[in-house]
C-alpha cells in the first residue's frame, strides 16, 4: 500500500476539516488529531492509518447485526435501480406498506399502525405530536403538557430536548414546550447491580405527585426510554415501568417508550416493551430499523389510536394528520429496513443477544470492579456502562481519555458525560468482549 492509505487525514486538507461542523463532536480537538473510519465489514471498521478497529458501539446503537450485510446492500441496490425515490404525500410504494406490517410484528400485541420519519429524533416529535393530537380529537385540548425523565435523551428537535433530562442538550436553546420530568432511576443503593436492579419501583411513583401538581386534565402523555442508553446505561428497576404503566393508565395519561435505541435487539428481546413485559401506547424507533445503512425512524401506534384520527378526519379525501417528512417511508430505507429485519430473525440475532452476548458481557464487564476510577457498572442485553470518577472540575475529561486509549489499542467505544459505554454487536464472540474488557483495563490503569 502507499503512503497517502495511512495517512490518518486520509489525504482530507485542513480546509475540507474546517468545513465540515461536526455533530456532538469537540471539533477543535477533532481537526487536530482526527479519528477518519474508511470501511467497515461485519464488527470491525478500518481507520485511514491502515488499522482495524472493533465497533463497541455497533456504529451509534445502529449496526447490530454487523456492517456491509451483502443482504441488505443488495435490497437496496435493487430498490435504487427500480424506484429511487418516491413520494409519501398522497401516493404509495409497496416497501412502505410491507415494512409497516412487518415492524408491527415486531411490536408488543396492539401496536401496528407505523408512521415514518427520518430518524430517532423526528420520531420521537411525531410521537408528542400524535399524543397531543389525540387527545384533542377526543375533545381534551388542554392534555398539552409532556413529562419526560431527567437523563432522558429523546434526540435533539425542540419536542425531544423539551422532554429530555440531559441539561447540556437544552441549555443554549431558550424557551421549550411546557415539560416536567420525573427523576432519574439511578440509586446508590444499585452500584454495580448486574441487569435489572431489584430495587427502585417507588421512583415511579413520582408521577403522581406531578399530576398532582399538574392535574391529569393538563397532561398528554409521558415518555421514557424503557432502559436509558445515551444518558449512560440505565436498566429500569424491577416493576418501575409497570408502575409508570399503571398510573398512566389511572390519570388517563398516555406513555410512550422511546426505543429508538432498545428496539429490535438491543435488549434480547424485540423491544424494552417485551423485555421489561409493559406494554406502552406509543413507541418510537430508529437506528437497528435499517441496521443504520439508510437513515430512518417510525413510530408504531395503538391501533386505536390511529382508529380515532380516521373517524375524527373529516371527508375521505382530507388529511387526519398534518405531518410528514419529504423522506418518510423512502424506498431505499423500507428496502435496508426488510432486509435488515429478515436477518434479525433469520440469523436468530436477537435471541443470539438474550442467551449468549448478554450473559458474557456481563461477566465480563463486572470482572472490572475494583479498576481504579470505576464507580459504577451497569449492564442488559447487549448493552453496558461504566461511570468513571470525575477529576476535580473536569467531569467530562475520563471519559474522553479513556475513549482515546481505547482507539488507540483498536476498540471504539462511545464516551458521554461521566461514562464509558459499550453497544457490542448481536453477533460479537466470547473472546472479542475478552478482548474489549482487557483493552478497558489497561486503559484506565493507564
Ligand atoms: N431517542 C433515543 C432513546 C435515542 O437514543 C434518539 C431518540 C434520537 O435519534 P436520532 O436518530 O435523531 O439521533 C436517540 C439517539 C450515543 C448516541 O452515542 C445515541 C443517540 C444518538 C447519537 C449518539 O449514545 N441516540
Ligand atoms: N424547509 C423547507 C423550505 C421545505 O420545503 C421543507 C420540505 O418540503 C422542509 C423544510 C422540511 O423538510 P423535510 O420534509 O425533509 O423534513
Same mark, same amino acid.
Given at each position: 500500500?502507499?503512503?497517502?492509505?495511512?495517512?490518518?487525514?486520509?489525504?482530507?486538507?485542513?480546509?475540507?476539516?474546517?468545513?465540515?461542523?461536526?455533530?456532538?463532536?469537540?471539533?477543535?480537538?477533532?481537526?487536530?488529531?482526527?479519528?477518519?473510519?474508511?470501511?467497515?465489514?461485519?464488527?470491525?471498521?478500518?481507520?485511514?492509518?491502515?488499522? +482495524?478497529?472493533?465497533?463497541?458501539?455497533?456504529?451509534?446503537?445502529?449496526?447490530?447485526?454487523?456492517?456491509?450485510?451483502?443482504?441488505?446492500?443488495?435490497?437496496?441496490?435493487?430498490?435504487?435501480?427500480?424506484?429511487?425515490?418516491?413520494?409519501?404525500?398522497?401516493?404509495?410504494?409497496?416497501?412502505?406498506?410491507?415494512?409497516?406490517?412487518?415492524?408491527?410484528?415486531?411490536? %408488543?400485541?396492539?401496536?401496528?399502525?407505523?408512521?415514518?420519519?427520518?430518524? !430517532?429524533?423526528?420520531?420521537?416529535?411525531?410521537?408528542?405530536?400524535?399524543? #397531543?393530537?389525540?387527545?384533542?380529537?377526543?375533545?381534551?385540548?388542554?392534555?398539552?403538557?409532556?413529562?419526560?425523565?431527567?437523563?432522558?435523551?429523546?434526540?435533539?428537535?425542540?419536542?425531544?430536548?423539551?422532554?429530555? !433530562?440531559?441539561? *447540556?442538550?437544552?441549555?443554549? @436553546?431558550?424557551?421549550?414546550?411546557?415539560?416536567?420530568?420525573?427523576?432519574?432511576?439511578?440509586?446508590?443503593?444499585?452500584?454495580?447491580?448486574?441487569?435489572? %436492579?431489584?430495587? !427502585?419501583?417507588?421512583?415511579?411513583?413520582?408521577?403522581?405527585?406531578?399530576?398532582?401538581?399538574?392535574?391529569?386534565?393538563?397532561?398528554?402523555?409521558?415518555?421514557?426510554?424503557?432502559?436509558?442508553?445515551?444518558?449512560?446505561?440505565?436498566?429500569? %428497576?424491577? =416493576? @418501575?415501568?409497570?408502575?409508570?404503566?399503571?398510573?398512566?393508565?389511572?390519570?388517563?395519561?398516555?406513555?410512550?417508550?422511546?426505543?429508538?435505541?432498545?428496539?429490535?435487539? $438491543?435488549?434480547?428481546?424485540?423491544?424494552?416493551?417485551?423485555?421489561?413485559?409493559?406494554? *406502552?401506547?406509543?413507541?418510537?424507533?430508529?437506528?437497528?430499523?435499517?441496521?443504520?445503512?439508510?437513515?430512518?425512524?417510525?413510530?408504531?401506534?395503538?391501533?386505536?389510536?390511529?382508529?380515532?384520527?380516521?373517524? $375524527?378526519?373529516?371527508?375521505?379525501?382530507?388529511?387526519?394528520?398534518?405531518?410528514?417528512?419529504? @423522506?418518510?417511508?423512502?424506498?431505499?430505507?423500507?428496502?435496508?429496513?426488510?432486509?435488515?429485519?429478515?436477518?434479525?430473525?433469520?440469523?436468530?440475532?436477537?435471541? +443470539?443477544?438474550?442467551?449468549?452476548?448478554?450473559?458474557?458481557?456481563?461477566?465480563?464487564?463486572?470482572?472490572? #470492579?475494583?479498576?481504579?476510577?470505576?464507580?459504577?457498572? $451497569?449492564?442488559? =442485553?447487549?448493552?453496558?456502562?461504566?461511570?468513571?470518577?470525575?477529576?476535580?472540575?473536569?467531569?467530562?475529561? $475520563?471519559?474522553?481519555?479513556?475513549?482515546?486509549?481505547?482507539?488507540?489499542?483498536?476498540?471504539?467505544?462511545? @464516551?458521554?458525560?461521566?461514562?464509558?459505554?459499550?453497544?457490542?454487536?448481536?453477533?460479537?464472540?466470547?473472546?472479542?468482549?475478552?478482548?474489549?474488557?482487557?483493552?478497558?483495563?489497561?486503559?484506565?490503569?493507564?
Amino acid at each position: 500500500m502507499n503512503q497517502a492509505e495511512f495517512d490518518p487525514r486520509a489525504g482530507l486538507t485542513q480546509a475540507q476539516l474546517d468545513a465540515y461542523w461536526m455533530p456532538f463532536t469537540g471539533n477543535r480537538q477533532f481537526k487536530k488529531d482526527p479519528r477518519i473510519m474508511v470501511r467497515a465489514e461485519g464488527k470491525y471498521y478500518f481507520s485511514a492509518d491502515g488499522r +482495524r478497529i472493533f465497533d463497541g458501539l455497533s456504529g451509534l446503537w445502529t449496526s447490530g447485526a454487523g456492517h456491509a450485510r451483502v443482504q441488505i446492500i443488495e435490497a437496496v441496490n435493487r430498490q435504487l435501480s427500480t424506484l429511487d425515490y418516491a413520494p409519501s404525500f398522497q401516493f404509495g410504494h409497496p416497501g412502505a406498506f410491507q415494512l409497516a406490517e412487518r415492524i408491527g410484528s415486531f411490536m %408488543p400485541e396492539g401496536l401496528d399502525r407505523v408512521f415514518f420519519t427520518g430518524s !430517532g429524533s423526528e420520531s420521537v416529535d411525531t410521537a408528542l405530536k400524535i399524543a #397531543r393530537a389525540w387527545w384533542r380529537q377526543r375533545g381534551m385540548a388542554h392534555k398539552t403538557r409532556l413529562i419526560g425523565r431527567v437523563k432522558g435523551y429523546h434526540g435533539v428537535n425542540f419536542g425531544g430536548i423539551s422532554v429530555g !433530562g440531559l441539561a *447540556p442538550n437544552r441549555g443554549l @436553546y431558550g424557551g421549550l414546550l411546557e415539560a416536567d420530568h420525573l427523576r432519574h432511576t439511578g440509586l446508590p443503593e444499585n452500584t454495580f447491580v448486574r441487569g435489572q %436492579p431489584e430495587y !427502585g419501583a417507588h421512583l415511579a411513583d413520582e408521577l403522581e405527585q406531578l399530576v398532582q401538581l399538574h392535574d391529569a386534565a393538563t397532561i398528554a402523555a409521558v415518555i421514557v426510554e424503557p432502559m436509558a442508553g445515551s444518558g449512560g446505561v440505565w436498566p429500569p %428497576p424491577a =416493576g @418501575y415501568l409497570q408502575r409508570l404503566r399503571e398510573l398512566c393508565s389511572k390519570h388517563d395519561i398516555l406513555l410512550i417508550f422511546d426505543e429508538v435505541i432498545t428496539g429490535f435487539g $438491543r435488549v434480547g428481546a424485540n423491544t424494552g416493551a417485551a423485555a421489561f413485559g409493559v406494554t *406502552p401506547d406509543l413507541i418510537t424507533l430508529a437506528k437497528q430499523l435499517t441496521n443504520g445503512v439508510i437513515p430512518m425512524g417510525a413510530v408504531a401506534a395503538r391501533r386505536d389510536i390511529y382508529d380515532t384520527f380516521m373517524e $375524527r378526519g373529516g371527508p375521505e379525501y382530507a388529511l387526519e394528520l398534518p405531518h410528514g417528512y419529504t @423522506y418518510s417511508a423512502h424506498p431505499a430505507a423500507c428496502a435496508a429496513g426488510l432486509a435488515t429485519l429478515d436477518l434479525l430473525e433469520s440469523e436468530g440475532l436477537i435471541e +443470539r443477544v438474550r442467551s449468549t452476548v448478554a450473559p458474557l458481557l456481563e461477566e465480563a464487564v463486572h470482572s472490572l #470492579r475494583g479498576q481504579a476510577m470505576v464507580s459504577d457498572i $451497569r449492564n442488559f =442485553g447487549a448493552a453496558a456502562a461504566l461511570t468513571l470518577e470525575a477529576v476535580p472540575g473536569e467531569p467530562l475529561r $475520563r471519559p474522553f481519555e479513556v475513549a482515546m486509549r481505547m482507539w488507540d489499542k483498536g476498540y471504539y467505544v462511545r @464516551y458521554g458525560g461521566d461514562t464509558i459505554q459499550l453497544g457490542l454487536p448481536f453477533t460479537t464472540e466470547a473472546e472479542e468482549i475478552d478482548g474489549l474488557v482487557d483493552a478497558l483495563a489497561g486503559s484506565l490503569a493507564a
